[in-house]
């Protein structure tokens, strides 16, 4: 029980700096030589990786949400999806020909395909913490500040992509993005093969899959941040008793 009590006491270190809340952690779960209460709750490892688990949902699910909603990825700055790089050249051309609003117009639709698509992202997250096995939750509690992201990233990339896409290319056919995309392509293509120069890919499917996923990380990210901070503000009975009883 004493060296159970003293991993948890070490894997909370990371969460809460304060040195006092590891001394009552390690005095909450019955080690360090301190008596706990009678009214104080008896802590185990799955209570505390159930409580991890719980937080990281409900992080996770404030974050698809935020990437869902209309503007979600269109306006933020920190996800927006731009006219692709390497059409740049294409970009230019299509200013210069009096097409900009048709410009933005792809740019809109880009990001209202990934707002689309995140709505069928949170469960394909939510899986993977649930089949988090404790050796899990403790490395992330150990870990570095963005750990459950990065354990995301490893368990769910894959899937996540195969997904997504098919999400993502319904999306553009719903916001009607390659009436847009299409005739610009094919101009500039017709362009760029009398030039001398190199022709877009006319398909945007991996392209809004790729920033979309890459966006949904960057929120997930943000949320985990504010889990790590401040877990009272997740407001369940489980994480009370998990985390609420550590800061009386």
Do not use: C, H, R, Y
């Given at each position: 029980m004493k060296r159970s009590a003293l991993i948890f006491g070490l894997s909370v270190c990371m969460v809460f700096s304060s040195c006092e809340?590891?001394?009552?952690?390690?005095n909450t779960t019955g080690g360090g030589?301190?008596?706990p209460t009678d009214n104080t709750p008896k802590l185990t490892n799955d209570e505390v990786i159930a409580g991890l688990k719980e937080a990281l949902k409900i992080g996770i699910q404030?974050?698809?949400?935020?990437?869902c909603k209309l503007d979600g990825f269109y306006k933020n700055p920190a996800i927006m999806i731009p006219f692709p790089s390497d059409a740049q050249a294409m970009k230019d051309k299509a200013i210069e020909w009096g097409m900009e609003a048709k410009v933005t117009e792809i740019e809109t639709t880009l990001n209202r395909a990934a707002e689309e698509a995140s709505k069928k992202a949170a469960p394909i997250f939510v899986d993977a913490i649930t089949n988090m096995s404790v050796s899990d939750g403790f490395a992330i509690l150990n870990g570095t500040e963005d750990a459950a992201t990065n354990y995301l990233k490893n368990a769910t990339t894959t899937a996540l992509?195969?997904?997504?896409k098919p999400v993502v290319h319904e999306a553009i056919a719903t916001v009607k993005l390659t009436s847009y995309w299409s005739p610009i392509a094919d101009k500039y293509n017709k362009f760029a093969k009398l030039a001398g120069k190199s022709e877009?890919?006319?398909d945007l499917d991996q392209y809004v899959t790729?920033?979309?996923?890459k966006g949904l990380f960057h929120l997930v990210k943000q949320e985990e941040a504010k889990i790590r901070k401040d877990p009272l503000a997740q407001v369940?009975?489980?994480l009370k008793k998990v985390f609420g009883s550590l800061l009386d």
């Open positions: 809340v590891l001394e009552e952690v390690v030589g301190g008596t404030k974050g698809a949400d935020m990437a992509t195969t997904a997504f877009v890919n006319p790729d920033l979309g996923i369940t009975d489980l």
